[in-house]
């Protein structure tokens, strides 16, 4: 009997092994991806957040800082789409906090506003950054953090490099 009773014990303990094993795995799986068929979203970054790229409206705004601000329209190529597409769903950007913020700067900051809608959900981030993303130490940037940051970066250059970006005029002045 008690050889019975030690191994139902083994098998039990075996079973519950195998499915914690089996939990684990399906948590680590690349098919938990968020998948997404449909998104628009709209940035707005630099000095006072007065570039932007908006796919809703397929536009972009250029900060002319005494001039004010010129848009033009600006079409993402499917190529584009797609990396931005792929960017979501690794970073699982639905799942973000509103607020980025680590600390308050004062001066030499740059505003990123984030509005994004993917297959019909809503979510926004705000984050106040140093200009260049140049944090301190202190600031105990998480991977959230560190991601959103390559983000903004890839939208950034996109737009930049663009060349309706590069048809608006220069600007005039700076910030101090």
């Known amino acids: 009997m008690k050889i019975i009773t030690s191994w139902v014990s083994i098998a039990l303990v075996l079973c519950l092994l195998a499915a914690c094993i089996g939990i684990l795995v399906f948590e680590r799986s690349d098919d938990n991806r968020m998948e997404i068929s449909e998104f628009e979203f709209s940035l707005t970054f630099g000095p006072n957040g007065r570039n932007s ?48 913020n680590v600390r308050s700067y004062w001066d ?24 260049d993303f140049s944090f301190d130490k202190e600031d105990r940037l998480s991977e959230i ?32």
């Open 53 to 100: 790229i908006n796919t809703f409206t397929n536009l972009i705004t250029k900060d002319l800082v005494a001039d004010g601000v010129i848009a033009t329209k600006y079409v993402m190529s499917d190529r584009d789409r797609r990396i931005v597409r792929e960017m979501f769903q690794d970073m699982d950007i639905l799942a973000y906090p509103q607020n980025l």
């Open 108 to 131: 030499h900051i740059e505003i990123i506003n984030f509005h994004v809608v993917i297959d019909g959900k809503e979510h926004s981030i705000f984050w106040t950054v140093p200009w």
């Open 145 to 176: 953090h560190l991601e959103f940051i390559e983000f903004i970066t890839f939208i950034k250059n996109l737009v930049i490099n663009s060349d309706e970006y590069k048809a608006l005029p220069n600007a005039k002045g700076g910030y101090l």
